[in-house]
């Protein structure tokens, strides 16, 4: 059973310009959350999608937006990168209301903006 | 918001010995996730407790949640080089809030 899947590993973007995130869900799961990771901190929460929408967002600018898919796959896009925005971006996936369930997470996509 | 503070940030550890890592939380808990992460990879999951009091153990990993004090601790028993990580801590702040926040982290190293 395959568990949540991202693409790519890795990544290097110019500051500017945009990049789409790639992340499939664990078989049965429903719901998709992404987490920025900075070096040496927490994973912090960007924003859910269930059922095609956004459910929940957190500190994030506009910038960073997501789309679900029919298949519950998703993606994460991020435009008009900052040297800041370098970080490992992680998908975890849960059946709906992961609060019983926990979240299983992705091994991340590693973005470097130079 | 809420936050977690883990302590030790870091922690040295000699193969065999046991340690035991703390989470803190500034508001009150709704589920507690334990997750170890190898550097740059990522999150595996642990444990969830989602009760006061509530324990568990799986192989020489065992968790505890003090509901009153907002605290989980995390203890291992007879360290071993496949324990060496990151340690991350994480809580739903509200009942029904599926935004999960994390602590910092505690990185264990083992040594032989």
């Known amino acids: 059973d395959a568990g949540v899947t991202q693409s790519p590993t890795h990544l290097i973007k110019t500051r500017g310009q945009q990049v789409t995130l790639r992340c499939s869900p664990k078989s049965g799961h429903d719901t998709v959350s992404w987490y920025q990771q900075a070096l040496g901190q927490g994973p912090q929460f960007i924003f859910q999608?269930?059922?095609?929408?956004?459910?929940q967002r957190g500190n994030f600018p506009d910038r960073f937006s997501g789309h679900q898919f029919p298949n519950y796959s998703s993606e994460l896009n991020v435009n008009a990168l900052l040297l800041g925005d370098s970080a490992l971006y992680l998908c975890?996936?849960?059946?709906?209301?992961?609060?019983?369930?926990?979240?299983?997470f992705g091994s991340g996509t590693r973005l470097t903006v130079v | 918001s809420q936050e977690l503070e883990q302590s030790p940030q870091s922690l040295i550890v000699q193969e065999g010995k046991n340690l035991t890592i703390n989470c803190t939380s500034s508001?009150?808990?709704?589920?507690l996730y334990w997750y170890k992460q190898k550097y740059g990879e990522g999150l595996i999951f642990l444990m969830m407790?989602?009760?006061?009091?509530e324990e568990k153990s799986h192989e020489k990993i065992t968790a505890k949640l003090d509901e009153k004090k907002q605290q989980s601790s995390l203890h291992i028993t007879a360290s071993q080089p496949s324990h060496a990580g990151i340690y991350l801590c994480g809580a739903f702040s509200n009942f029904g809030n599926e935004k999960l926040t994390f602590g910092t982290g505690t990185r264990l190293t083992i040594i032989p």
């Open positions: 999608y269930y059922e095609e929408e956004e459910r």
């Open positions: 508001k009150t808990l709704y589920g």
């Open positions: 975890a996936s849960s059946p709906f209301y992961g609060l019983n369930y926990g979240y299983t």
């Open positions: 407790l989602q009760k006061g009091g």
